[in-house]
């Protein structure tokens, strides 16, 4: 297949930015990398295809073309993670003598991939032993109808290393074995904070798993899957690279495909939406809409709204993360509507507080891919009938934007605390709660540092018992006189009585700031 073919074929919409003398080229392969110095994972002949996320200036440009270059590449095609392919980039390609293309704006790396794979497989057939015979086997074996899970374990047994592909909250998608207890948080915790990818994790018992990145121009590491391989020999070079690279871009094409799965969801989740919000929903519609994403409101319902803050393509990130922490607990379905990404999410047999938790321990895990980003999520109350599917929907936005209000990297706010006093405390600005909470409670705290006691402890073991002494000195396993002595110390120390309702209300309050 040469160049000008491919330029050719309307419908993946290539336009041609450099090297309009050089479309004679064959192309003989084809990967896709975000690696700002990818030289060791390219072939000869090769497309190239790059979002574009490690751009960060005119010398990073040079250096990624160089190393192009000096692979002997056939071109480089961009994608749409820049609307506009950076001009520095398009000069050094320019200057160096590489056509570049440029992929249309709906057109997904995936449905590019494919077109080539099928092609040169027709062109060359899928002897091994003809040049990039591992590549066919393997696009062959995909393309052909056979699942990821095959090409994994083919992977995995050519390399005779146990090998992965992992979602950024630790899930295993698909493995060749089990994943040793504990290393799923390791590696996601490995593939998000490192600076540079591929990466290793070093693993308790000595040995050591290496991260590589899954690079389908995912908008953001969080909302990117990875493959994670035992020891570190696969990155020396050679065949074990070579294997590694295809994997990854064949694991993005099977990714592309569920995606396209996902879509028809979420054009019908919007249909449901915009019912709802017309204030015309009728409940046979809602229903007929609930059954086609199958999902069912007799064990209940409820909805959940996230958003990921100080990213680019904000609406793209949080659905996919929405959509990554509802999996493997709930069958939801996640869209991007006013700003955030919203999903329908039936209980089956979980309860609401377990679903809370595990989207707090997935959104948690990805804590370390977020820099100076934000996951703010609000989970609404359950419904058990479709009926009242517009109010859930508010209930989960209205405490997705408390949550806003509150601190760290990840901020949930419930059902349950929008109707307690926690909402209240949530719209306190951080400054203001933190100066109540010191005057309340920061005596309390010196004097618990400086004298190894625990005044703070007593005192919210009191509350929390409703002024009990009983059981209070009970929960705290000390004789009624110690706790008396400890409640009257608390009162010296702070200027404020316990037997008043209002101080009580106060200091309960400043601990709930805590």
Known sequence: MRLRDLCQVDHLGLKVLTGHDLLDRRVRGITTTDLIEPGRFLKPAELVLTELTWHEGADSARRFVAALVEAKVAALCSGTALKVPPADLVDACAEAGLPMLALGVDVSFGTLTEYVLRALIEEFGSAPSRPYGPRRRLASTLVDGGSLSKVVTTVAGELDVPCWVMSATGRVVVGSQPLPEGAGGRLAHAFLSARFLPGTAPQPDGTVLSVFPVSRGAPHRIANWFLAYAGEQVRAGGEHEDLI?????????????????????????????????????NLPGVVSRLHTLHIETEDGLLSVALAVEGVERADEVGVAVLDELLRPLAPGVATAAGGQAV????????????????????????????????????????????????????????????????????????????????????AIPGELRRSFRTRLLGSLEEYD?????????????FLEESGSWASTADRLHVHVNTLRYRLKRIEELTGRSLTSLDERVDFLLALRMR
């Open 343 to 426: 999903a329908l999410v039936p209980l089956a047999g979980n309860t609401a507080a377990e679903l809370t938790s595990h989207l707090l321990a997935g959104a948690a895990t990805l804590e370390a891919g977020l820099g100076d980003a934000r996951i703010t999520i609000g989970v609404s109350s359950v419904t058990s009938g479709p009926a009242a599917l517009s109010s859930l929907i508010e209930e989960a936005r209205h405490a997705r934007t408390l949550a806003e209000l509150g601190e760290g990297r990840v901020s949930a706010i419930t059902g349950a605390d929008v109707s307690s006093h926690r909402s209240l405390i949530a």
């Open 449 to 461: 540092s400086a004298h190894q006691t625990e005044l703070v402890e007593t005192l919210e073991t």
């Open 245 to 281: 690279v295809e994997l990854a871009a064949l694991v993005a094409l099977e990714r592309s495909r569920l995606e396209a799965a996902h879509r028809i969801e979420r054009r019908v989740l919007d249909q449901l939406l915009a019912l709802l919000a017309s204030g015309d929903a």
